[in-house]
């Protein structure tokens, strides 16, 4: 995987007036846009579509700053069609307007050309099993939240603060297959979005398919697939966050395994205020 999001950090400088297929890219080298997108995203710090947005405004930056007339040319040189589009993505990447750089040379932003390398030193220990499971739901409340990467997100706990006591147990009553007991899923979270960006919270927990369930609760249906279960003990949730992160810098780099689009799904097996021990339920296929 090192090597493939290497490759397309190549094939991306190389095509940066061009429209980049990265779905095409993924199969000639064997994986898919959803896996690609996920590492890429995991690894750099920033969507895929970010870095490639801001390659181009740093090349276009750097002409306009060297007193290339023509605004429109530069435009069309770096994948826009109009200046009025590439004025709005050179103003979010550099705080100012083309027209501006040309006057004065800046200021302006630069994004490096990233390259991805697979570091031995201090890796986070894996526990890690693989199991499949048969379709499945997930049902409890649901909520839309932004996506927060470090730290509590106070949207989550907002939102569980505002289910009764006895709402925990009717859902815990219901659970009825693993994986068990009261579960924190992430749904519907684009491979390549940012920061911010809304994603389904639910809260709730498994049942067997076909399991009559109450009107009220909202549902995810899962198709039969394989699950990485990665174990977590430590901090809450620095050491999850922790493991999170692990799985794309260590874990899926070595094995034959990739990330397959469905939800993640956290199994808290022991928590308190400040310490958790818990399972990150990721749905994985061979690579």
């Avoid at 995987?1 to 397309?8: E, F, K, P, S, V």
């Avoid at 894996?126 to 730290?151: C, K, N, S, Y």
């Avoid at 997100?153 to 289910?163: D, E, L, R, T």
Wanted: a negative charge.
């Amino acid at each position: 995987m090192i090597g493939t999001l290497n490759a397309l950090v190549d094939h991306i400088e190389q095509n940066l007036g061009e429209s980049i297929d990265v779905a095409a890219f993924a199969q000639r080298h064997g994986t898919t846009e959803y896996h690609l997108r996920r590492m890429f995203s995991s690894l750099a710090q920033m969507p895929l579509s970010e870095y490639i947005r801001n390659r181009r405004m740093t090349l276009a930056g750097a002409a306009l700053a060297a007193g290339e007339p023509n605004l429109l040319d530069v435009a069309v040189r770096y994948g826009y069609g109009s200046a009025e589009a590439f004025g709005r993505a050179f103003r979010a990447v550099h705080g100012v307007s083309p027209a501006e750089v040309r006057r004065q040379g800046g200021p302006l932003s630069t994004q490096s050309t990233l390259r991805f390398r697979l570091s031995v030193e201090g890796g986070t220990p894996m526990d890690v099993t693989i199991t499949e499971r048969p379709e499945f739901i997930l049902t409890g409340h649901a909520a839309q939240v932004p996506l927060i990467h470090e730290g509590v997100n106070p949207h989550i706990q907002a939102h569980i603060a505002a289910i009764a006591p006895e709402e925990h147990l009717r859902l815990k009553q219901l659970s009825n297959t693993d994986p068990g007991g009261i579960l924190a899923v992430t749904a519907d979270l684009d491979p390549d979005a940012p920061e911010g960006s809304m994603l389904t919270y639910l809260h709730g927990v498994a049942v067997e398919s076909g399991t009559v369930l109450p009107e009220d609760l909202d549902t995810i249906r899962l198709e039969a697939g394989v699950w990485a279960v990665f174990g977590s003990r430590g901090a809450f949730p620095e050491a999850l966050q922790k493991v999170w992160a692990a799985t794309a810098t260590d874990w899926f780099p070595s094995n034959p395994w990739r990330l397959r689009p469905g939800p993640s799904i956290v199994r808290y097996l022991e928590f308190t205020e400040s310490h958790a021990s818990c399972e990150l339920w990721l749905p994985v296929e061979k690579a």
